[in-house]
Every structure is written in structure tokens, then in C-alpha cells.
């Protein structure tokens, strides 16, 4: 069996859990059951879920925020200041989440099924000149946020400005947007961090969630054996992410220094008042739009949050 | 080569049916014209609101990413009625007759398919994102303010289903031509074919030699 | 058979479709269709129970193109630089300019030829498009050239030539599609063509000053202009200038480290102006309507061929030919160099046939992986890389090298869009009139190539700068 697989950028951090799983599953199987990863040469990233559902390629990621209506369910993962705080949590809710009825019906409609997320940490801003270290800056600020963050940041009068993520350097540069807010990995891969003065090292607004999923048809296609394989390959290539990852994050320090970048703190009380705008209200809205759409969203918000505490209990 | 070739026109029903679908394809070409006016209109009101109020215009990538493909696809049949899709004409500026309509045949005959298979997968693509369960029947959305976005991708296979009709009628008119040896169908755009060319050239020399008689041998 | 064998068979069937007259847009999609096809296909054993698959799961991934690859930001350029130059001519612009090209430089040999090419490169600075510059000056320069005494191919050859440098001179839609393409930056690209492009005219206009002083009779000097009639003839043609200096400040503010906006929207606000101009000069709703109609059915043509190749690129996405040729070019054991000369060659060659656009959005996806692997790929530092210039630099100034090769094609034959579009305009040229005029550009050309191959400082300076 032969799977392509569609990504875009190039290859970073982000996508080390679908080279590790391309790799893992070609050894186990003697190279029987293979995975082209193909870094945007099959789609288009926002039509990544189309694709699926088209049965173009058989497996994919995306990420929810770009097309909130594709992914209703999934994108309580994407609502601001959430608390989560280390990449294990964000496994432990999201794959929780997956599992839920309501999501796998959602993806069901895309032919599609959640094999794995793609932890990320909270996204930070980076930008020049003045930092935008108060609410009052962010005034009119033209940021590069999607999903549930874009809302946050629009609660305090930014203007979100989506463009693709491998377009957000050029971007920046050209003045489309004033700020991007990203993963680390995020800001190095498509050199955000290059054209940065300044970036927030405890804005820690939420992130955005990433799923991979594989084409359901595909997926039954595959032998009893390369099934098992597929399956018990994904917490191997989770682990990989997550050291890969903590590399990163243990190198990010020096990258800010050796670029120039100011690592900006905001105040305790900025926080206190972002929280407040942007955290209940938000919450509070996306409960009762997704309940008005038949969604059991209370439900899927009280099973994030539970499992939170749980994996926090269990450390 | 590129730029629009004359399309003959008479009483006859074929050139009826052309001159009223035209009319149909004028007016998207308008409206496509028009959305290209209000991508300015949308810049000034942007900037101006950036530079004079530190308002910038909200979801202005998603407003311009809505009115693209109104620019960028409506008008294309508008196009294909006079020949304005470039091509190479290397050698059917060289045919004749009955074996120049039955290239142009092929050609219309090809682009018919395509455009079939295209209608098919772009209304596929426009039905991924429409749910009539849904607020705003919508199951696709911009990014920044949350458009849907089924009704531009609607516009495709609606875009594509004119420019198939207009197929029709080429087909219909080269085979026409070609069944009958016609040597100027109506309803098709024209080669501009070798005998007025040649006209262009005498002309040209004729000028040519009146200007040197003009000036005088040096 | 396996996706390359798919690959090369669907690229000749293509090829085919192109010569026998098929519009270039939809020949492209057919093949790309097609493609799709045989390689779902291929992916069932070619089983003819899976048929119906195969061309379900073709039409569907075909069918998303026109849509997703059209929406798009960067793209909105486009139809913009076209309704410049369709505005700036009802707002008279272009005649201004001319008018005060030829007060100060006519008084050369070859005067008129001159201004013409001068003129051209001044209206390139708001036009992103040869082919409309072309049509605009065959209407203004070539009577006043012709009137004096010119030869008629040389005048006809000087307006297609100039035409070519709007495309090189920022705002130029090539450009934004190279930039696109290849997934750079669209504003250090435009700032890339400045100095190539007026490099260009100044060859174009030393070529025409030599040509006019050793063969007497292709064009006289115009003199007898006194400095008054010269100031006087500058400010009917400032707004033009001012239109520039706008967009140029709009996109690289020279004042401070942000810029004022995109160039999107310094497209969009030098339309802006024009339009206000040209309905300060008088401009009707039946003219707007009529700008608005020709804009409409241009755009539509650039763009059907953008997401007609787009499908075909997409099947090449599939059949991952990009990467064959990339390993097979770097397999070589020429010299980078000479094997870049020979990719530059191969689209002479090529752009004989193909026009500009079209030639780009089909080759470009292979041979430039192939360019940026040959120099070292797209992160290596200059002083790793082969061509002595980073990853970078080197996708922008692969960028200039193709995009005036692009331009020269504009020119040659037999397909050469500039001076079908002059003939075109003009009742007594016939084309075959316009492409021997042309010919001398040639020459020109390939000096000009050939001088920012040896110096690609000239491409690189600006953008370095930014
Ligand atoms: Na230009
Ligand atoms: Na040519």
C-alpha cells in the first residue's frame, strides 16, 4: 500500500510526528505499506479536508481555524486562554476530544477520520517596532490570528488578518498585517522571527488545533496488519513530536538572542483584563452559537476542561 | 493570436442564439468588470480607514478573496465567444476550409469534455461547502469574519454551464461550417485568415512605394 | 505505467493540444484532467472496475482548481495594473508623457525613437502589462514617427520592443505571477525589475541612437524645442510621475522602517488616482464601461490560463515530476552555470511558441526547484551556494533572468503577442512588417541578458537594500 500524504511549508516541527509515523510504519511492514508526505504539492492547505473527502490523497492535516464551518466541533480547542500549558495536556484534551461522538460524526460528513493532533504551544506575537505590550496597543493592530484567537484578539480591537501560513512572512513584511501570532516553531519555519523586533513571552492567548486525518475508505483498505501497525505506530510518533518539540522550545532563548529579538513580558494586570474580555465572553458565545447548531457544545467544553484536570491530577 | 477575432452575424437562428447569449455573457463581463472597480473602492476605503482612523477594514483578505473568482472566472465565456483565449495559430492560420473547421471542431469538441468534467467537480467542490442544515447554509467559511463561502463557489460551475452552451453553439457552428464547406460560418470566431492578411501586405506595400516616390530615391 | 512515464505522456499530449490550436488554457486543464486520471488509476492497478473512481476522484480534485487558486490576495494585483492602464489612457496620461519625452529627447539621433522608448519605460512605472503598453503607444508614438519620415517596421519594432519593459519596471504582473508561483515575495520582486528594467531602455535607446547614426535614413533628430517649450511640456505629464512616486512610496516608505500598505493596495490606490484623473479630464460612463469590459476580458484571459495550468500543475503535484527533473538536473556533472544558460536557452527556444504567461505557469514549477537545488537549495548561504548568492536572492534573480526572457519572447516569432497587438492596431503594418522592425531589439536583448547573468548585482542591489 502506497498513501499520499498532503502538508504544506516545508518540513519543521510541526510535521516530525507524520515523517516519524511515514517512517515507522514503512520499517514495521518491510517497507510494504508506504507514505509520500508531500509539502503542498497536492492541495491547497485550507482544501486539505475537500481532498480527504474527495479520496485525492489518504491522509492530511489541517488546522481548524481556518475554516471554523468545516469543524465546528473541534474548534472548543481553539477558544482563548483555555489553561492548558504544556504540549502532554494538549494531547491528552484534544485526542479525548476526538473520541467524542459529535466530532467523529463532523469528520464523518468530510469521510474522514482523526488519527492524531498536532500539539502546539500557545501562540505568541512577534512584530516591530513599538511591542504591543498593552490592551491600548492592540488597538487596531492588524494580526495574523485565525480561529478563537482572531476572536480574542478582535475583543480588544485588533483587526485579525488571515493570510496562509507559508504567506505571513511576506505579509509582515509588505504590511499587510502588523503582528503574527505563532508557535515558535511557526515563527522560525516561515521566518516571521527574522523580521521581528520584539515577540510576547507570556501572552499565552490559546492555540490552534491541528488534527492529521486519514480518508476513511483508505483507511479500511488497508490489511488487518498494516491497520495494527498504522495504530500502534501513533503514540511512538507523538513521543517523537513532543522531544523534537521540547528541543525547540530549549533552543528558543538563544534564537531570540542571536536574532535580536526582544523578549517582551506583559504586565500581570494587561493579562488580568485581556482574560477578561476575551476569555468568558468568548467561551460564553461559542457555547451558544454551537447549542443554536444542534452541537452538544457545553458537553464537548466540560470534557476538555475535565480531562485537563484529570491529566493534571495524574501528574 | 490573441486579442478577439470578428464573429459574423446574419438572421439566421445559430447567430440569433449567439447574439443572445452574448447578451447574457456582456453582462457578466460588466459585473466581473465592476467587481475589479470595487477591489480599488475596497483598497481606498481600507487604507484610508488604517491611515485616518486606525480603523483598518475588517476581513478585507476575506472581501477580496470572495470577489476574485467573481473577476476571475465569470467573464469566461465572454472571452471564449470572440476568441480572446490566447492559443497558438502557427498552423491553423495555415488551413483552409473544410480542414480548418475540423480543427476548430476538435478543439471546441475537447474544451466541451473538459468543461463537462469541470462543471461536475466544481459543483462537487461548491456542494462540500453548502448544507441546508446550517445557519447561512454554510459549511465552509472565510477566515477572518466567517463569509460563506458556498455562494463564489457556486459561481464556477454556473460560469462553466454558460461557457458549455456557448460550446454548443460553436460546435454546432463549425460543424456546421464543415458538413457544409461554408467559407464564412456565422457564430464562430473568425482566423483571420491568409486573404486579408495579404490584403493588410499589398496595402502596406503599395504605401510603401508611394512613400518612396515620395521621398524621392537616395 | 509508473507516474513519471504518466507525466511525460500527459506533457506531450499536451504539447500536441497546443500546436494543433487548442485555447492554452484549457489545453492545459485537459491534460492536467487527464493526468489525474491515469494516475488514480494507476493506483488501482489500471482495473477497469476502479475506472469509475479514478475519473470521479479526477474531475472532483480538477473541479476545486478554479476556485481555491484564484481566491487569492497576491492575485488581485492583476486585474488592478490592468485597469491602470486602460484609465491612464482615457485620463490622456500617456500622450503627456510621450509629448514630454520627445521635447527632451528628441534632439538625438533617432530622437523620436528615443522618447518612444522612454516614454514606454515612464508608463511601464503604472502598467503591469506589456501587450496593453504596446497597444496604447502603436496608437500615440507611431503617427508622429511616421509623420517625419520614419521607417515604418523600425517605428513598429521600437513600440513593441518598449512595450516588453513594463513587465520588467515595478508594477508588472509577470511578476506577481512568478512571485506566486514560486512562493516568494511579491514586493522584493518588483523592487528586483527597477534597475534591470531601466537597464533595458537604456540599452534599447544606445542601440536606437548607434542604429540612427550609421543608417541615415531611419529616423531624423527633432530639434528646435527651446527649454521653455520643454519645462512647459513637464507639467501635463507630472501626474503620471506622481502617480509613480505614490506608488513607489505607498509600497517602500522612504520615511520609515513600515511601509504605508501592500502593493496590492498601492495598486489599488494608483488606480484610484488615475480614475480621478481621468474623470477630471471628462471620462463617460460609456468609456468607464467600456475600460471596465476590456479589463474584464483581459483578466479573464490571464486567469483562465493561471488556474488552466494550475490543474495540469496540480496532476504534476501528483505524478511528482517537479522532483524527478530537480534530481536529474543536479545529477549532471556540467557546470551550474552552463546549465543554467542552457535553461535560459531552452525558454528562447520555447517562447518562440508559447506566450509569456502561459510558458511560465507551465515550465516553472519544474525547472525552478531544479534552478534552487543547482544553486544549493532554497537556505543556502551565499557563500555555499553555486551562483555566489543566497537561496533567496537567487529565486529573485532567477526571477528577473525569466521574466526577461519572457519579454524577449514577446518579441520574437513566430508567436510574439507585442507585435501581433502593434500590427493589430495599426491597418498598414502586417505583422511580418513588425517583427522584421523588431529584430534589431534582439541584439539588445540578449546583451541585456547577458549582462545581468555576468552582473547580477544589477537585479540584486535594490532588493539587498529592502
Ligand atoms: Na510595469
Ligand atoms: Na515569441
Request: charged content about 15%; some cysteine.
Amino acid at each position: 500500500t502506497e498513501w499520499n500524504v498532503s502538508v504544506w511549508g516545508k518540513r519543521r516541527a510541526f510535521t516530525e510526528h507524520v515523517e516519524k509515523l511515514a517512517e515507522l510504519v514503512a520499517e514495521k511492514t518491510d517497507g510494504e505499506f508506504t507514505m509520500n508526505i508531500s509539502y503542498g504539492g497536492l492541495s491547497q492547505p485550507k482544501e486539505n479536508l475537500d481532498g480527504i473527502s474527495i479520496g485525492a490523497f489518504e491522509m492530511a492535516q489541517f488546522c481548524a481555524g481556518y475554516h471554523r464551518d468545516k469543524n465546528r466541533a473541534i474548534t472548543v480547542l481553539e477558544l482563548p486562554f483555555i489553561g492548558v500549558n504544556t504540549l502532554e495536556e494538549e494531547v491528552a484534551v484534544s485526542h479525548a476530544l476526538y473520541e467524542h461522538p459529535a466530532v467523529k460524526e463532523e469528520m464523518a460528513q468530510w469521510n474522514a477520520r482523526i488519527l492524531m493532533t498536532s500539539p502546539m504551544p500557545q501562540y505568541n506575537l512577534v512584530g516591530v517596532g513599538e511591542p504591543r505590550d498593552t490592551l491600548d496597543s492592540m488597538n487596531g493592530m492588524r494580526v495574523r490570528a485565525t480561529g478563537g484567537l482572531g476572536e480574542a484578539f478582535k475583543a480588544v480591537g485588533g483587526v485579525p488578518t488571515s493570510v496562509s501560513a507559508p504567506e505571513a512572512y511576506q505579509a509582515m513584511e509588505s504590511g499587510v498585517v502588523d503582528t503574527v501570532a505563532f508557535a515558535q516553531h511557526a515563527h522560525l519555519s516561515f521566518g516571521t522571527i527574522n523580521q521581528a523586533t520584539w515577540w510576547t513571552a507570556n501572552l499565552n492567548p490559546g492555540t490552534v488545533n491541528c488534527p492529521i486525518v486519514v480518508n476513511t475508505d483508505a483507511y479500511e483498505m488497508l490489511s488487518d496488519d498494516e491497520r495494527e501497525v498504522l495504530d500502534s505506530s501513533i503514540d511512538e510518533s507523538i513521543q517523537h513530536y513532543l522531544d523534537n518539540y521540547a528541543e525547540l522550545l530549549a533552543r528558543w532563548d538563544d534564537v531570540l538572542e542571536e536574532k535580536g529579538v526582544e523578549k517582551v513580558m506583559i504586565s500581570d494586570e494587561e493579562l488580568a483584563k485581556f482574560r477578561e474580555v476575551a476569555a468568558g465572553p468568548i467561551r460564553d458565545q461559542w457555547i451558544a452559537d454551537m447549542s443554536a447548531q444542534g452541537l452538544p457544545a457545553q458537553e464537548l467544553y466540560d470534557l476538555v476542561i475535565a480531562t485537563l484536570e484529570e491529566t493534571r491530577a495524574s501528574n | 493570436m490573441a486579442g478577439a477575432s470578428p464573429v459574423l452575424e446574419d438572421d439566421s437562428v445559430l447567430s440569433r442564439l449567439d447574439r443572445g447569449l452574448l447578451r447574457v455573457e456582456r453582462l457578466m463581463g460588466l459585473v466581473a468588470g465592476l467587481a475589479i472597480f470595487s477591489l480599488m473602492l475596497l483598497a481606498v476605503r481600507s487604507v484610508g480607514g488604517r491611515v485616518t482612523l486606525n480603523a483598518p477594514l475588517m476581513g478585507y483578505v476575506d472581501f477580496i478573496e470572495q470577489l476574485m473568482p467573481l473577476i476571475a472566472i465569470l467573464a469566461v465565456s465572454f472571452a471564449q465567444r470572440d476568441g480572446t483565449h490566447i492559443r497558438m495559430d502557427l498552423l491553423v492560420e495555415n488551413l483552409r476550409g473544410r480542414a480548418l473547421w475540423l480543427f476548430e471542431l476538435i478543439s471546441v469538441l475537447l474544451i466541451l469534455m473538459l468543461m463537462l468534467f469541470l462543471i461536475w467537480g466544481s459543483w462537487a467542490h461548491f456542494q462540500r461547502s453548502f448544507d441546508l442544515g446550517a445557519p447561512w447554509w454554510s459549511r465552509d467559511s472565510t477566515t477572518d469574519i466567517a463569509m460563506p463561502i458556498w455562494p463564489a463557489k457556486l459561481l464556477v460551475p454556473v460560469a462553466f454551464s454558460v461557457l458549455a452552451l456557448r460550446l454548443l453553439i460553436q460546435i454546432y457552428g463549425f460543424a456546421r461550417a464543415l458538413v457544409l464547406g461554408l467559407e464564412k460560418p456565422v457564430a464562430v470566431p473568425m482566423v483571420l485568415d491568409a486573404a486579408a492578411q495579404a490584403a493588410a501586405e499589398a496595402k502596406a506595400l503599395e504605401e510603401e512605394e508611394e512613400q518612396e516616390r515620395a521621398n524621392g530615391p537616395d | 505505467m509508473d507516474p513519471i512515464e504518466i507525466g511525460l505522456w500527459v506533457t506531450g499530449g499536451l504539447l500536441v493540444m497546443v500546436l494543433m490550436g487548442m485555447r492554452v488554457a484549457f489545453a492545459a486543464a485537459l491534460a492536467g484532467l487527464v493526468g489525474l486520471l491515469l494516475i488514480f488509476w494507476s493506483r488501482r492497478g489500471f482495473d477497469p472496475e476502479h475506472f469509475g473512481w479514478a475519473i470521479t476522484v479526477a474531475a472532483k480534485t480538477a473541479g476545486q482548481v478554479p476556485h481555491s487558486k484564484v481566491a487569492s490576495q497576491s492575485l488581485s494585483l492583476i486585474p488592478t495594473f490592468i485597469l491602470i492602464g486602460y484609465l491612464a489612457y482615457y485620463a490622456g496620461l500617456t500622450k503627456a508623457l510621450f509629448e514630454a519625452a520627445k521635447r527632451w529627447l528628441a534632439w538625438l539621433p533617432g530622437g523620436l525613437a528615443v522618447s518612444t522608448v522612454f516614454a514606454t519605460a515612464g508608463f511601464a512605472a503604472v502598467s503591469g502589462a506589456s501587450v496593453a503598453t504596446a497597444a496604447v503607444f502603436a496608437r500615440i508614438a507611431i503617427p508622429e514617427m511616421l509623420k517625419i519620415g520614419y521607417d515604418k517596421r523600425f517605428a513598429a519594432g521600437v513600440v513593441a520592443a518598449g512595450g516588453t519593459l513594463a513587465s520588467l519596471i515595478p508594477p508588472s504582473a509577470i511578476l506577481v505571477i512568478y512571485a506566486i508561483i514560486v512562493e516568494q515575495d511579491v514586493g522584493k520582486l518588483l523592487l528586483a525589475g527597477f534597475i534591470p528594467g531601466a537597464f533595458s531602455a537604456l540599452v534599447y535607446g544606445s542601440l536606437i541612437v548607434g542604429i540612427a547614426m550609421i543608417f541615415k535614413n531611419v529616423g531624423p533628430p527633432v530639434t528646435g524645442f527651446t527649454w521653455g517649450q520643454r519645462f512647459a511640456a513637464l507639467p501635463p505629464a507630472l501626474p503620471i510621475l506622481a502617480v509613480v512616486v505614490i506608488i513607489i512610496f505607498f509600497v517602500y516608505n522612504p520615511f520609515g522602517e513600515k511601509s504605508w500598505g501592500t502593493p496590492t493596495e498601492g495598486g489599488a490606490i494608483g488606480a484610484f488616482i488615475v480614475f480621478c484623473m481621468a474623470l477630471y479630464k471628462g471620462m463617460r460612463w460609456s468609456q468607464l464601461k467600456a475600460a471596465l469590459l476590456e479589463t474584464a476580458k483581459l483578466t479573464v484571459m490571464i486567469f483562465t490560463i493561471i488556474w488552466g495550468v494550475l490543474i495540469y500543475v496540480r496532476f504534476l503535484g501528483f505524478a511528482d515530476l517537479p522532483g524527478a527533473f530537480s534530481d536529474w538536473i543536479t545529477s549532471l556533472s556540467m557546470s551550474p552555470m552552463l546549465i543554467l544558460i542552457m535553461i535560459l536557452l531552452a525558454y528562447a527556444v520555447l517562447g518562440m511558441f508559447m506566450d509569456a504567461i502561459g510558458m511560465l505557469l507551465l515550465t516553472l514549477p519544474v525547472v525552478y526547484p531544479a534552478v534552487m537545488a543547482l544553486n544549493g537549495g532554497e537556505t543556502v548561504s551565499a557563500a555555499d551556494s553555486a551562483f555566489g548568492m543566497s537561496g533567496t536572492m537567487c529565486a529573485i534573480w532567477f526571477g528577473i533572468l525569466v521574466v526577461k526572457m519572457a519579454e524577449f519572447c514577446l518579441i520574437t516569432p513566430p508567436i510574439g503577442l507585442n507585435c501581433f497587438v502593434v500590427a493589430g492596431v495599426r491597418d498598414d503594418l502586417s505583422v511580418q512588417d513588425v517583427f522584421k522592425g523588431v529584430m534589431p531589439f534582439f541584439v539588445a536583448d540578449a546583451f541585456t541578458i547577458a549582462g545581468l547573468i555576468a552582473f547580477p548585482q544589477i537585479v540584486l542591489w535594490l532588493p539587498s537594500l529592502a
